[in-house]
């Protein structure tokens, strides 16, 4: 991925929210690497991508060379992992 990762407030607070009431620097850093580690499953609205890691969806909006995580949501699918 050659974007710059960046977590807008409301991401963060719905990060905060939704998976671990953390600081705000440490929901950042998670946030980021869970981007860089996702994968990709869909598209909305054009510009935006839907990217998954292990069961934590992320909503990103491409802005050039910039990546703008939107939202955080967890998943309703059930998610197997093969460790």
Known sequence: ???????TDHAIERYQERQKAISRHKAIHNIVEGVKRSRLI???????????????IFVCQLEGDKMN???????KAELRFIG
């Not at 991925?1 to 977590?7: D, V």
């Not at 598209?43 to 998954?52: M, N, Y």
């Open 42 to 56: 869909g598209f909305a609205k054009g510009e935006r991508e839907i990217r998954e890691h292990r069961g934590v």
């Open 69 to 75: 995580v939107i939202t955080v949501l967890n998943s």
């Open 1 to 7: 991925m050659n974007y710059y990762i960046y977590a």
